[in-house]
């Protein structure tokens, strides 16, 4: 049988396995043969920091722990959390200018103030802060509005990150200065200059823990959903499920973004193109 071994910790092709068809089975995640290496390396971390001799001695552990967050501790391991401020600037730039305009002048016109919306894998929170931030300076002195942003991942960790809407000088680079000043905090902490998000974007963003897989505790249509670099841990058969309870979940004229390495291309479903990774329900 097949074994890779770091420290003189062995993963065999049945412990792999097993690990994969259970991380798909509970959220989805495929993890291909061509993830075993990445498997092996980031869950021998986990062995180690709890002084497990195996991995099945390290799942039996995770199994047996009936609260789960040893399991969420897991996915953590194996999820990878890369975001940033306005990541994609082009999705930004298309609400500002197309979509936010024609929405609000619709709204308006139906006296309905509200703007729902869903930043699904909101990972350390940039994506929904920066949402929050464009939201907020298109409705400013337009009315009374009542924004709400959904934030969700599976990943507890992140959303504590989230929560606490702090962030070092690199990390707010990419919000321009005038939204900097507007919306970020800079505060000293430990000799170390940090942006603490202002009250407004923490009363527009909601987190909360979600495993996409899962049922979704969403009343009422949203306006737009952004879930950007989170179906390419999917297969195909799970990626058409998904996008077919977004298609469900959104109003008429709602607006799904993806990520830049993700494609409606191959997978059935009713949103019409507008441009790369960017879909409308008609």
Same mark, same amino acid.
């Given at each position: 049988?097949?074994?890779?071994?770091?420290?003189?910790?062995?993963?065999?092709?049945?412990?792999?396995?097993?690990?994969?068809?259970?991380?798909?089975?509970?959220?989805?995640?495929?993890?291909?043969?061509?993830?075993?290496?990445?498997?092996?390396?980031?869950?021998? &971390?986990?062995?180690?920091?709890?002084?497990?001799?195996?991995? @099945?001695?390290?799942?039996?552990?995770?199994?047996?722990?009936?609260?789960?967050?040893?399991?969420?501790?897991?996915?953590?391991?194996?999820?990878?959390?890369?975001?940033?401020?306005?990541?994609?600037?082009?999705?930004?730039?298309?609400?500002?200018?197309?979509?936010?305009?024609?929405?609000?002048?619709? @709204?308006? &016109? @139906?006296?309905?103030? &509200?703007?729902?919306?869903?930043?699904?894998?909101?990972?350390?929170?940039?994506?929904?802060?920066?949402?929050?931030?464009?939201?907020?300076?298109?409705?400013?002195?337009?009315?009374?509005?009542?924004?709400?942003?959904?934030?969700?991942?599976?990943?507890?960790?992140?959303?504590?990150?989230?929560?606490?809407?702090?962030?070092?000088?690199?990390?707010?680079?990419?919000?321009?200065?005038?939204?900097?000043?507007?919306?970020?905090?800079?505060?000293?902490?430990?000799?170390?200059?940090?942006?603490?998000?202002?009250?407004?974007?923490?009363?527009?963003?909601?987190?909360?823990?979600?495993?996409?897989?899962?049922?979704?505790?969403?009343?009422?249509?949203?306006?737009?959903?952004?879930?950007?670099?989170?179906?390419?841990?999917?297969?195909?058969?799970?990626?058409?499920?998904?996008?077919?309870?977004?298609?469900?979940?959104?109003?008429?004229?709602?607006?799904?973004?993806?990520?830049?390495?993700?494609?409606?291309?191959?997978?059935?479903?009713?949103?019409?193109?507008?441009?790369?990774?960017?879909?409308?329900?008609?």
């Amino acid at each position: 049988m097949e074994t890779l071994t770091i420290d003189n910790v062995v993963l065999s092709e049945r412990e792999f396995r097993e690990i994969s068809n259970l991380v798909h089975k509970h959220c989805g995640i495929n993890l291909h043969q061509g993830k075993k290496e990445l498997v092996r390396a980031r869950l021998a &971390k986990r062995l180690r920091l709890g002084h497990f001799k195996t991995f @099945k001695e390290y799942m039996k552990h995770v199994l047996k722990d009936k609260t789960g967050k040893e399991f969420s501790i897991l996915i953590d391991s194996l999820s990878t959390n890369l975001t940033s401020f306005f990541r994609e600037q082009r999705h930004f730039e298309f609400l500002q200018s197309q979509f936010l305009p024609a929405l609000l002048e619709q @709204k308006r &016109k @139906k006296h309905n103030f &509200k703007i729902r919306a869903w930043s699904a894998g909101c990972s350390s929170g940039e994506e929904p802060y920066s949402i929050a931030i464009v939201l907020l300076d298109a409705i400013q002195g337009r009315g009374r509005w009542d924004v709400k942003i959904l934030a969700t991942d599976i990943s507890t960790s992140m959303l504590e990150v989230a929560k606490t809407g702090i962030y070092d000088a690199e990390r707010v680079k990419p919000v321009p200065s005038l939204q900097r000043q507007k919306y970020l905090v800079p505060h000293r902490s430990k000799s170390q200059k940090v942006f603490e998000v202002s009250k407004a974007l923490r009363d527009a963003v909601i987190f909360s823990y979600l495993n996409l897989m899962a049922n979704w505790p969403i009343k009422g249509t949203l306006d737009f959903i952004f879930c950007r670099n989170v179906m390419i841990y999917f297969d195909k058969s799970t990626q058409s499920r998904l996008i077919n309870r977004f298609w469900d979940l959104l109003d008429s004229g709602g607006v799904l973004f993806t990520g830049h390495s993700e494609s409606l291309t191959g997978i059935e479903h009713k949103f019409n193109y507008i441009q790369p990774t960017i879909y409308i329900k008609p």
